[in-house]
C-alpha cells in the first residue's frame, strides 16, 4: 500500500518538475506510437475497406487471418522485425535497428491486424446500409470505398483508439528493436521495464500512472470528438 | 427542368428512332419503354416469389403497382430495376436488359430511406457528383421543391420520417432519371408528407418521367395511378388502367383486395 | 477537429521519421553490453566524460551477455562489452571481435532471505554455500538466461557437483530474465540469487534480503572490452568504435570508472592499466 501513494507522489512530482528526461521519454512514446498509428491506419482502413467491400475467393481465410493477428505477441512481432533489419537481417543495409524508425515498424505491425480487422466490420456494417442505395446508382467501387470511409469516420476514431492503446502500452518489440537506448530509443514502457528490473519499483509505479494518464489524455480527446459527432448524428 | 428532360429525351431519341416520331413516342424512348418483362422467375429457399411472369408497360404516366403483403412486388421492383438478378427469364427496358447502363438513367427511393451520414445538401451533393458536377442552384430548387432548403445544413440522420423520405426522392430527381422506381415510399408517413410526396411524383411523370409506384394503399392508387398492376402470389392478376381497374376488376382476386377481403 | 488531429500525426510522423535518420548518423556507435553494468548506473557516469572529450554518443543496448554476444554476431553493435571471458575468446576466436581486452572487475555475491534456510550466512566458500542449498533444497532463483552471470553460475554447480536441473521447478527455478528481474523473483519467493555486487549495491527492491555468501576468489567477475571486426562486419564504426575501447583502456578511462560510487560503494575495479600499458609498450 505504502508503494502505491509513494508512486503517486512521485508521479506528480515527476510531472510537476517538468524532469526533462521524463518529457523527452514522453515526447518519443508519442511520436513513435501516433506515427505507427498513422501508418497503420492508412495502411489498415485501406485493408479494412477493401475486404468489406469485395468478395473473393479465400476472403473468409483473410477475415480470419486479420482476427488471429490482432493477438500477434509484441516479443513475437520485435524478434521478426529485429530478425529483418539486423545487419545480417535482409534489411540490414537500411541501418534502421536500434532508431525510433524501427520502433515504428514494429508498432505498426502490431496493429495494423487490430485497424484493418475492426474498421472491416465497421465499414461492412455501413456498406451494407448503403448497398443497394449504391448499386441503384451504379456507384463506382473506388468512389463506394471513399464515401464509406468517410461517412464511418467517427466510428473509426473508436477503432484508432484500440489501435493506439495497444501501441503505446506494448514493451516488447520497442524494447528488442530499440534497444531502449537512453535519450534515443527509451519509450515509457522500456522505461518501466528498466526502472522494475533496478528494483526501484516506486519509480516503474510512477511512470506507469504518467503512461496511463497520457493514455487517458489521447483516449478522452477522441471520444469527445466522436461523441460531438454522435450528437450530430453522424456517427 | 423541363428543358433538361426534353434535351435528354432528345439526345436519347435520336439514338432509338430517328424518324419523325411523335412527342408521346419520344416520351416513350425517353423513359426506356417499353418495359417488357418475360417468364421472369425468382425462387428462393426452395419457394417461387416471382412465378413465370410476364408484364409489358408501354404507357408513360404512373404505373402502381399492388397486390396483398408477399405477393412480390418490392422483389419485382428491384428484379425491374436490375438490384438482384432473376431465376429465370428477362427483363428488358426499350430492348436492353437493366445493366449499368440503364440503371444510370433510373432513380430508385427505397421504403426506408437510406441516407448518407452526412448533411441534406451534402447527400444531394453526393449523387449529382456521380453524374458530373455539383450545381448548386439545381440542388437548391430541388430541395426548396420537397421544402428542404431551410434544413440544407442539417444531418440527415436528424430529419424526421417524412422529410427523409422527401430527402431520397429529392436525391432520385437530381440524377435526372428517365424511370422513377418508388417502393413504398410513403408506408408510415405524415398526410402532408404523403401529399407532398404524390405531387412531386405527379410533377416528375409530367415532365416525362416514367414512374413505377409500388403501393399498397388504395386511396393513394387511386389519386395517382395511370394503370394498375396487381400482383398476386409472383405473378400480374390483372393490368389494367386505372379507372378500369377500379370500377370493373377482372380478376377475382383483385375484386377481393378492392372489397376489403383477406386475399392469401 | 478531424483535421486538427491529421495535421498533428503527420507532424508526428515527419518528426517521427526525420528523427530516426539523425540518431543512426555519423558520431555515434552503439554498444551491446550486459544489464548489471547498465542498471547500476555505470554508464550513466562515464558515457557523458566520453561524449564531452570526444564528441561521440555511446548507444547502449543492455541484454544478457548470451544475447548482447548474438546480437554483435549479427552485427548489430560496434562494440562489445560483457562478463564471460571464454565466450567473449570465442567471439574473438571466429572472428566476430578484433581483440579481447581485460577492462574491469567485480565480484559475484550470494544474497538470501534473513531466515537462511541453507545455513550459508557469513560464509566465503560459494562451493560449500551451493552444496549446501541443494542438500537442504533451499530455493534458489537462477537467472536461467545463458547471461555470463548465469554461465557463471552452471560453472559453480559444476565445480560444486551438483546438477541443478534436477530440482529444476522445484527449489532450483530458473527465471529466463535478466538479473534486476530475477533478484525481483528472488526477494519475492524468498529465494537465494547470485548476483553480481555492482547490481545488488544499486538495486532498490531489496526487502529484508542481505548477502550471505561473499569474498570467494571463484566468485570474481572479469568484465571484456572487444572491437566488432570489421572485416566480418563491414558496417561497424572502427574508427570511433577504437576510440571508445582506447579510452576505456586508457589511464583517463580506468580512472572514470575507478571513481563510479554507488551509495558511497565503488562498483567496479579498472584492472586494464597494466595490460594497456604493455600493449603500448
Redesign the interface.
Known amino acids: 500500500m505504502q508503494d502505491f501513494a509513494e508512486a503517486f507522489r512521485l508521479a506528480f512530482s515527476l510531472v510537476l518538475s517538468g524532469d526533462a528526461d521524463l518529457f523527452e521519454i514522453i515526447w518519443l512514446s508519442l511520436q513513435v506510437s501516433l506515427t505507427a498509428l498513422l501508418i497503420s491506419c492508412v495502411i489498415g482502413f485501406g485493408l479494412g475497406t477493401v475486404v468489406a467491400l469485395s468478395r473473393f475467393p479465400g476472403r473468409g481465410g483473410v477475415i480470419v487471418l486479420f482476427n488471429t493477428l490482432m493477438g500477434l505477441p509484441p516479443v513475437v512481432v520485435g524478434l521478426l522485425v529485429y530478425l529483418a533489419l539486423s545487419r545480417a537481417g535482409p534489411l540490414g543495409v537500411l541501418g534502421l535497428l536500434y532508431t525510433p524508425a524501427a520502433m515504428i515498424i514494429a508498432q505498426s505491425i502490431l496493429i495494423t491486424p487490430i485497424i484493418a480487422a475492426l474498421s472491416r466490420q465497421i465499414v461492412e456494417d455501413l456498406f451494407c446500409e448503403y448497398d443497394e442505395l449504391f448499386r441503384s446508382l451504379t456507384v463506382p467501387l473506388h468512389t463506394a470505398m471513399a464515401a464509406v470511409l468517410w461517412d464511418a469516420r467517427y466510428s473509426l476514431i473508436t477503432v484508432a483508439l484500440a489501435g493506439f492503446g495497444r501501441a503505446i502500452a506494448e514493451v516488447g518489440a520497442v524494447m528488442i528493436v530499440g534497444g531502449n537506448i537512453d535519450h534515443l530509443t527509451r519509450v515509457m514502457t522500456t522505461a518501466i521495464a528498466l526502472e522494475t528490473s533496478k528494483g526501484d519499483l516506486s519509480l516503474a509505479l510512477a511512470l506507469g500512472i504518467v503512461l496511463l494518464a497520457i493514455s487517458m489524455t489521447v483516449n478522452a480527446l477522441g471520444l469527445s470528438l466522436r461523441s460531438t459527432a454522435g450528437r450530430q448524428a453522424y456517427a | 427542368m423541363h428543358d433538361v428532360a426534353l434535351k435528354l429525351s432528345g439526345r436519347i431519341a435520336d439514338a432509338a428512332s430517328s424518324d419523325a416520331a411523335t412527342d408521346a413516342a419520344v416520351l416513350n424512348a425517353a423513359a426506356l419503354l417499353p418495359l417488357v418483362v418475360r417468364n421472369l422467375s425468382f425462387r428462393a429457399g426452395g419457394r417461387s416469389l416471382i412465378d413465370a411472369l410476364d408484364l409489358e408497360i408501354t404507357a408513360p404516366g404512373v404505373t402502381t403497382v399492388m397486390g396483398p403483403n408477399g405477393a412480390g412486388k418490392s422483389l419485382l421492383l428491384r428484379l425491374l430495376h436490375g438490384l438482384i438478378p432473376p431465376s429465370a427469364g428477362e427483363v428488358l427496358w426499350a430492348g436492353m436488359p437493366p445493366d449499368r447502363e440503364v440503371q444510370k438513367q433510373q432513380a430508385m427511393v427505397f421504403q426506408k430511406p437510406v441516407l448518407l451520414r452526412r448533411s441534406v445538401a451534402d447527400n444531394m451533393d453526393f449523387v449529382m457528383k456521380l453524374a458530373g458536377a455539383p450545381d448548386v442552384e439545381r440542388r437548391d430548387s430541388l430541395l426548396q421543391e420537397v421544402g428542404l432548403l431551410p434544413l440544407s445544413a442539417q444531418p440527415a440522420r436528424l430529419l424526421s420520417g417524412g422529410e427523409q423520405q422527401r430527402l431520397s426522392l429529392a436525391r432520385a430527381l437530381a440524377t435526372n432519371p428517365q424511370v422513377l422506381l418508388l417502393d413504398e415510399p410513403t408506408a408510415s408517413l405524415d398526410p402532408a408528407s404523403v401529399m407532398t410526396i404524390e405531387r412531386i411524383v405527379k410533377d416528375a411523370s409530367g415532365r416525362g418521367i416514367k414512374i413505377i409506384f409500388v403501393t399498397h394503399d388504395l386511396a393513394q392508387a387511386k389519386r395517382i395511378a395511370d394503370e394498375v398492376v396487381f400482383l398476386h402470389q409472383g405473378r400480374v392478376a390483372e393490368h389494367a388502367p386505372a379507372a378500369d381497374f377500379f370500377e370493373r376488376p377482372t380478376s377475382s382476386v383483385a375484386c377481393d383486395y378492392l372489397a376489403g377481403r383477406i386475399v392469401l | 477537429?478531424?483535421r486538427m488531429?491529421v495535421v498533428?500525426?503527420?507532424a508526428?510522423?515527419v518528426?517521427?521519421?526525420s528523427?530516426?535518420?539523425a540518431?543512426?548518423s555519423d558520431k555515434s556507435i552503439?554498444v551491446q553490453s550486459t544489464?548489471s553494468t547498465a542498471?547500476s548506473g555505470l554508464?550513466?557516469y562515464i558515457l557523458p566524460i566520453f561524449k564531452k572529450k570526444t564528441g561521440v554518443?555511446v548507444?547502449?543496448?543492455?541484454v544478457g551477455t548470451g544475447q548482447a554476444i548474438k546480437?554483435a554476431?549479427?552485427?548489430?553493435g560496434d562494440v562489445l562489452l560483457v562478463h564471460a571471458k571464454s565466450s567473449e575468446e570465442k567471439f574473438v576466436g571466429e572472428g566476430y571481435g578484433v581483440e579481447r581486452f581485460d577492462l574491469m572487475y567485480n565480484d559475484f555475491v550470494f544474497v538470501g532471505p534473513p531466515s537462511d534456510p541453507a545455513g550459508i550466512a557469513g560464509t566465503n566458500d560459494a562451493e560449500a554455500a551451493m552444496k549446501a542449498i541443494a542438500d537442504k533444497r533451499a530455493l534458489f532463483a537462477s537467472r536461467g538466461d545463458d547471461s555470463g552471470t548465469h554461465k557463471k553460475e552452471r560453472k559453480l554447480w559444476e565445480a560444486a557437483g551438483v546438477d541443478p536441473s534436477r530440482g529444476s521447478g522445484k527449489w532450483y527455478r530458473e527465471t529466463g530474465?535478466?538479473?534486476?528481474?530475477t533478484?525481483?523473483v528472488g526477494?519475492g519467493m524468498g529465494a537465494y540469487v547470485m548476483t553480481d555486487r555492482a547490481t545488488w549495491i544499486?538495486?532498490?527492491?531489496?526487502g529484508d534480503f542481505k548477502i550471505v555468501v561473499e569474498g570467494d576468489k571463484n566468485l570474481f567477475n572479469q568484465y571484456g572490452v572487444i572491437l566488432v571486426n570489421q572485416a566480418k562486419?563491414p558496417?561497424v564504426k572502427s574508427r570511433l568504435g577504437q576510440q571508445f575501447v582506447n579510452w576505456l583502456l586508457s589511464a583517463e578511462g580506468q580512472q572514470a570508472i575507478g571513481s563510479y560510487r554507488r551509495s558511497g560503494q565503488q562498483l567496479f575495479f579498472p584492472n586494464a592499466v597494466q595490460q594497456a600499458m604493455e600493449k603500448s609498450g
Not at chain 3, 548507444?59 to 543492455?62: G, R
Open positions: 477537429m478531424m488531429v498533428a500525426a503527420v508526428a510522423v518528426a517521427g521519421l528523427a530516426a535518420p540518431s543512426a552503439i544489464t542498471n554508464y550513466d554518443n548507444n547502449v543496448v543492455a546480437n554476431q549479427n552485427c548489430d530474465s535478466g538479473m534486476g528481474a533478484l525481483n526477494v544499486s538495486f532498490k527492491n531489496r562486419c558496417h
